[in-house]
C-alpha cells in the first residue's frame, strides 16, 4: 500500500536512495513514529532529480548528522514543478519536517 500524505500517494518507503529514479519530484526523508502516524518526516525537498539529490556528499552528510537509523525515503514523481512547489510548501506548513 502506497504511503498517502496531504491526499497525495507517495511510492516508498525505500530502504535505500539507490532504489530512487533518477526523475523530478518531492521526496521524504522518514523515520519510524509510534503512534498514529507511521513515518516521522525529517526532511522534505522537491527537486528536478530525485536520485541525484542523495548522491551529493553534503545531502548525506546532513543526513548522518541527523543520527537516526534507520532512514526511509518517499517519493512522489511529478513533472509540473509548480506542483511541486505548492505540494513541499504544503507539507512544510502541515506537517513540519524535523530537520
Known amino acids: ?7 497525495k500517494k507517495f511510492q516508498g ?11 523530478p519530484g518531492v521526496y521524504l526523508v522518514v523515520c519510524d513514529a509510534f ?7 525529517l526532511n ?16 548525506r552528510n546532513f543526513l548522518k548528522k541527523s543520527n537516526v537509523k534507520n532512514l526511509k525515503y518517499l517519493v512522489r514523481y511529478e513533472n509540473n514543478s509548480g506542483n511541486r512547489t505548492q505540494l513541499i510548501k504544503d507539507i512544510k506548513k502541515q506537517i513540519h519536517p524535523a530537520i
Open 44 to 59: 522534505a525537498g522537491d527537486t528536478s532529480n530525485v536520485k541525484e539529490v542523495f548522491k551529493t556528499e553534503k545531502k
Open 13 to 23: 518507503p525505500f530502504l535505500n536512495f539507490d532504489e530512487l529514479e533518477s526523475k
Open 1 to 7: 500500500m502506497e504511503p498517502i500524505i496531504l491526499n
Open 35 to 41: 503512534g498514529m502516524t507511521p513515518f516521522r518526516v
